[in-house]
């Protein structure tokens, strides 16, 4: 079996800010306020949600968080579990991966996940015995796991014939292992020697359901309780056994989630309420609400010896606490891990949470931002609208944001509130059919402060709202021939830029001088051919426009570049063409990205160009395209997801973020947008203390700062030329040798020689 183990790193939640990322690691943006389990240590309480675990220390108050950035690998939880016996956190998770915390250290155990069966290899629960076994109900099964040697030691098919069955959880009681299934509740002698045969297995037939589900069970007081799970209008079945005869209650809820016990107290959780027995069935507490708080969706719940409760809640987190009092613990993070765009601006950070569908069509998610602000997380809800899918800066105030949505027309927010919203009835915006389909793709403004709008479906599909307030709009429906329509652009030569998707191509709009007439407008669809006459794909996801005017063209099938957009209305003129990167084989070469749907481009500070696709992560390619400086994936990086939806740079840090179908993740990059002059000039980290693993950033630059640094005596240590705003130092000499403990001094230089900057490190080996 294939074994590492990680360093853990438990971070305390106070949230970096952009400029204290530093440069070459990732931090996770992930929702931490829908949580599904929980489990209790003899110091800490954990909570998990989707991407993530987190723990809460109830004596001092700390909070710290588990993810892909520190140490796990994988995201989709489907399972938690802690063993009072040897301290070690067991994560589990939906596509079979199991992740152990030992001694602050993780051990991930992909063999389930590696294993080569059909079906679902799902880890549903733990069940650590008193012999360091752990035993881990899957979807085909249960598979036992030796802690000592750190190993799986068997797997026990107990299906029909020994066919895959769905195991939801096992428990021992009265020296007999049982086993809660899809398909009835099944157990089998602890001191058996062939478990792993079927056989070996009986049904519990003194229940009368024998094929029912039986999804969570406990033991408490020498009796074993156990849920029969009937579906969503019918109370489900609570089992009672006590060694001898089965019984049974009808439960008060309609769907248990979960029963678990401690040595004084047995917990049943249900969405509709929590039952905590101190002697069943008589001394009980019912809990339908936390007192002082305005939801209750219990999903998870656990509780101690003295009584105390941990509930893994779908709307407040972890709450913490009994009847009479709670302390909720959320992580700083989002609402939830929707993310479809990200806008990042020189102070803030947003993240639409809407989308379309696959035929581009209305998803129905309730227009929701999240939004970084002073380190700190808000999640904006608005019941009014649904489907925001673009978001744009307003050039007229700092905290005003245009919000394309699919169906509710333009959304304005400012200082957080809605300040007006253009419809069809107070704008020339159209709607393909009576209700709120008002379908708005992409919103850009032009060097004059004009909002330009696609309007998808309708007869006049491109909008103009005027820097003076007013709308016209423009009946270029036939030129367009399309009902789908996507991204606005603004090139560089004040031409507006629309993708039409689909195989649609991309259509061009000169403006001219009087923009609200279209007598003044030069107008064009552009299909994709290259020089030689030869058709280029036409299905385009993203377009950008880098620091030389080059156009760059995400397509289904890689990417494609025009070297003269601003002569788009020249035929004879403007041309795309593929890119090239030359091959191991003289006279051949491969074209960038071929194979893959390019869903998004972004352009750092260095003219570098970051790519995301539908399938294989993200890439960073040089400025012309032609090397592969980095390739994130979810084998190889942090990230949640192969499925790249949007990319956003930071224009100060030069932080990338990344939006997922799974969640929202960044990545500290080199390159920042450079300044016209040199600012405040500094390096970091500085100190640079021995623990310290990256890179030190010098930054305050002009793009292209030639940059040396030596030792006190003069001698050359390194040099380099920024990237933007930035440059970095690896810590080695010229020889790639770690350079030696004490202070160096940088000296930068604009390529004009008009401008230096001197500074000083101290590096610490």
């Not at 829908?34 to 220390?57: D, E, H, L, M």
């Not at 299906?159 to 809660?180: D, I, K, M, P, S």
């Not at 799970?229 to 008060?252: C, K, M, R, Y």
């Not at 040798?737 to 604009?750: E, H, P, Q, R, S």
Request: glycine fraction near 8%; charge should be negative; include cysteine.
């Amino acid at each position: 079996m294939k074994q590492y183990t990680i360093t853990l790193l438990l971070l305390l939640l106070i949230e970096s800010a952009f400029s204290q990322v530093p440069v070459g690691k990732w931090r996770d943006h992930f929702a931490f306020k829908q949580v599904n389990y929980t489990t209790i240590s003899n110091s800490k309480v954990y909570a998990s949600s989707a991407n993530g675990v987190f723990w809460y220390s109830p004596t001092d108050g700390n909070i710290g968080k588990l993810t892909s950035v520190n140490g796990l690998n994988d995201v989709g939880i489907s399972a938690l579990g802690h063993s009072k016996y040897d301290n070690v956190l067991a994560i589990g998770y939906q596509n079979g991966n199991i992740d152990l915390v030992i001694n602050d250290k993780i051990l991930n155990v992909p063999d389930i996940k590696q294993k080569p069966i059909q079906g679902t290899k799902q880890i549903n629960h733990f069940f650590f015995d008193d012999s360091n076994l752990l035993l881990i109900s899957t979807g085909f099964g249960i598979v036992v796991y030796n802690l000592e040697r750190r190993e799986i030691k068997d797997t026990y098919y107990i299906g029909e014939a020994g066919a895959e069955c769905w195991v939801n959880q096992v428990t021992v009681f009265n020296h007999r292992l049982y086993a809660a299934t899809g398909n009835g509740l099944k157990s089998a002698s602890v001191n058996s020697t062939t478990l792993f045969h079927y056989e070996s297995w009986q049904i519990e037939t003194e229940i009368p359901f024998v094929d029912a589900e039986y999804n969570t069970m406990a033991v408490f007081q020498n009796k074993l309780f156990v849920n029969q799970s009937t579906g969503n209008s019918v109370n489900d079945a609570l089992w009672i056994f006590d060694g001898e005869n089965w019984s049974t209650a009808t439960s008060q809820f309609i769907q248990i989630r979960n029963i678990a016990a401690s040595q004084n107290y047995m917990v049943l959780t249900s969405r509709q309420g929590i039952m905590v027995y101190s002697n069943y069935p008589s001394e009980q507490i019912t809990i339908t609400e936390y007192a002082n708080y305005w939801d209750y969706k219990p999903n998870h719940a656990l509780i101690n010896n003295n009584g105390t409760l941990a509930i893994a809640d779908n709307s407040l987190s972890l709450m913490y606490g009994n009847v009479k009092s709670w302390t909720r613990v959320k992580p700083n993070s989002p609402d939830n891990d929707r993310a479809y765009y990200i806008l990042p601006t020189l102070t803030n950070l947003y993240i639409l949470a809407g989308g379309r569908n696959s035929w581009w069509g209305n998803m129905y998610y309730p227009f929701t931002y999240h939004e970084l602000n002073d380190n700190r997380w808000r999640t904006v809800y608005n019941s009014a609208f649904f489907d925001a899918v673009r978001i744009t800066q307003s050039p007229f105030y700092e905290d005003e944001l245009f919000v394309s949505t699919w169906g509710h027309g333009v959304v304005v927010y400012r200082d957080g509130e809605v300040s007006n919203n253009f419809t069809p009835e107070n704008s020339s915006l159209q709607t393909i059919f009576s209700g709120p389909y008002c379908r708005i793709g992409g919103i850009a403004f032009d060097l004059n402060n004009n909002m330009w709008v696609t309007n998808a479906g309708v007869p006049n599909p491109i909008s103009l709202y005027t820097a003076e307030g007013e709308w016209v709009s423009f009946p270029y429906e036939n030129q367009i021939a399309s009902d789908r329509i996507s991204d606005i652009k603004l090139s560089p030569s004040n031409f507006l830029w629309v993708i039409i998707p689909s195989g649609g191509g991309l259509f061009v709009i000169d403006p001219g001088t009087n923009p609200e007439s279209i007598e003044s407008h030069r107008a064009k669809k552009v299909n994709l051919i290259a020089p030689d006459g030869s058709s280029l794909p036409n299905n385009i996801h993203s377009i950008a426009f880098d620091k030389d005017n080059y156009l760059w063209v995400g397509t289904s099938e890689g990417v494609l570049i025009s070297y003269n957009p601003y002569a788009v209305f020249e035929p004879q003129q403007f041309s795309l063409q593929r890119v090239k990167i030359p091959g191991y084989e003289e006279g051949y070469a491969a074209e960038l990205l071929k194979s893959q749907v390019v869903t998004s481009i972004a352009v750092d500070g260095g003219n570098r160009k970051w790519f995301g696709t539908q399938r294989s992560g993200a890439y960073l390619q040089s400025s012309d395209g032609s090397e592969q400086l980095l390739h994130f994936t979810v084998n190889n990086s942090p990230l949640p997801s192969n499925n790249i939806q949007h990319i956003g740079i930071h224009p100060k840090t030069g932080e990338v973020f990344f939006a997922t179908d799974k969640g929202t993740i960044s990545y500290r990059a080199e390159a920042t947008e450079g300044n016209s002059r040199f600012g405040k000039v500094y390096a970091f980290p500085n100190p640079v203390r021995p623990e310290f693993d990256g890179v030190i950033t010098i930054t305050g630059l002009v793009d292209k700062t030639n940059v040396k640094i030596t030792d006190l005596t003069g001698n050359l240590v390194f040099e380099t030329v920024s990237l933007g705003g930035q440059a970095t130092w690896d810590g080695k000499t010229l020889t790639g040798n770690k350079a030696a403990t004490g202070v160096y001094l940088f000296f930068c230089t604009t390529t004009d020689g008009e401008e230096t900057a001197v500074g000083k490190i101290l590096f610490i080996k």
